[in-house]
């Protein structure tokens, strides 16, 4: 496996960093999670909106003060170059990662190297979406924006994250939803989520405490274009959860992922709705290349591959 590290493409055994690394003792970095998919009658594989992603990772290290000496075109090139250099021929996950690089002790922002890696990885599905997730409310709130700011991905946000997603597992729940410190809904730990309410779709705006992820921002363009259905950005309270007709969660590793049952209760009939059947057939044709009206969210990485018959 090839990773990009140190400003060259390495093998992944000398993509190491040091103990004393800044970011590593004090979680002083930002990423992205970008998917790769893999098209088998094209040979293709397909990057899901690589220039967003990087677009979001430039504004976490706006926020972080993190520099990164690339444009996003130049990383969007990378990006393509490392997947091309791995000769994968099946789904992957792309990691860019901004980071302090300074191996230096002393917890502050302000004069210190920064860095930037990205590593790939094989990837399948992240949670059970077949016949739906299992969730509860967490007992962890979600970061405030005066804490850590959540619209950027921060490495050391994923504390809170994984905190709320080992106790919804280790109580036997697929993810934890999490609220704002007002007791509104935020956001999955790695997840934005949708409810389907008296025919629309509701979320939660940006001042929520969430990560604008990029999936929900293609749904919401993807409900709207083909299925007739606005999306109407609200704060959301906890109970609306249990009436809610579907629930969905959002997300580049979670796909779209209905959600069967909140806190115990079931939603609905307790099966994946149909709102969340037709968005999830579509988006994985969407995301393959598969579907002409969004072809500009798909990056090929392989050149000189034909185009196969290409579906509205
Ligand atoms: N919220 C959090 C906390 C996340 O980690 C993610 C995954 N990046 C999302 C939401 C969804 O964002 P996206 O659709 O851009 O992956």
Same mark, same amino acid.
């Given at each position: 496996m090839v990773t990009y #590290?140190?400003?060259a493409f390495v093998? /992944? !055994?000398?993509?190491v960093i040091g103990v004393k690394t800044h970011a590593f003792n004090y979680g002083t970095g930002c990423f992205e999670g970008i998917r790769g998919y893999w098209n088998v009658s094209e040979g293709q594989i397909y990057l899901f909106r690589l220039r967003d992603h990087y677009q979001r990772l430039v504004?976490?290290?706006?926020?972080?003060?993190?520099?990164? !000496?690339?444009?996003? /075109?130049?990383?969007c090139a990378l990006t393509t170059e490392l997947?091309?250099?791995?000769?994968?021929?099946q789904d992957v996950y792309v990691r860019p990662l901004a980071y302090k690089s300074s191996e230096i002790v002393g917890v502050r922002m302000h004069d210190l190297d920064d860095d930037l890696t990205i590593f790939t990885t094989p990837f399948g599905k992240y949670l059970p979406a077949e016949n739906g997730c299992r969730c509860c409310t967490s007992s962890y709130r979600r970061v405030d924006d005066n804490a850590i700011p959540a619209r950027a991905k921060v490495t050391g946000i994923y504390v809170n994250s994984a905190l709320a997603k080992t106790e919804a597992n280790l109580n036997g729940f697929d993810e934890a939803i999490m609220l704002t410190h007002e007791g509104h809904v935020s956001e999955g730990s790695g997840e934005n989520i949708f409810l389907v309410l008296n025919g629309a779709l509701i979320t939660p705006g940006p001042t929520e405490n969430i990560l604008i992820g990029i999936t929900?921002? *293609?749904?919401?363009?993807?409900?709207?274009r083909d299925l007739g259905i606005e999306t109407i950005e609200r704060p959301i309270d906890r109970s609306e959860l249990y009436v809610a007709d579907e629930v969905f969660m959002t997300g580049t590793a979670a796909e779209i992922s209905p959600i069967v049952d909140v806190d115990r209760r079931p939603i609905g009939d307790g099966r994946v709705g149909p709102v969340s059947e037709?968005?999830?057939?579509? #988006? /994985? !044709?969407?995301?393959?290349?598969q579907a002409n009206a969004y072809r500009h969210w798909c990056s090929p990485?392989? &050149?000189?591959? &034909?185009? =196969? *018959?290409?579906? =509205?």
């Open positions: #590290f140190r400003g093998d /992944d !055994r000398e993509a504004q976490s290290c706006r926020i972080l003060g993190i520099g990164l !000496r690339h444009t996003v /075109d130049e990383l997947v091309v250099r791995n000769g994968y021929q929900r921002a *293609s749904v919401i363009e993807m409900a709207r037709r968005l999830r057939r579509l #988006f /994985d !044709r969407v995301v393959r290349g990485v392989y &050149p000189g591959v &034909p185009a =196969a *018959s290409v579906r =509205a």
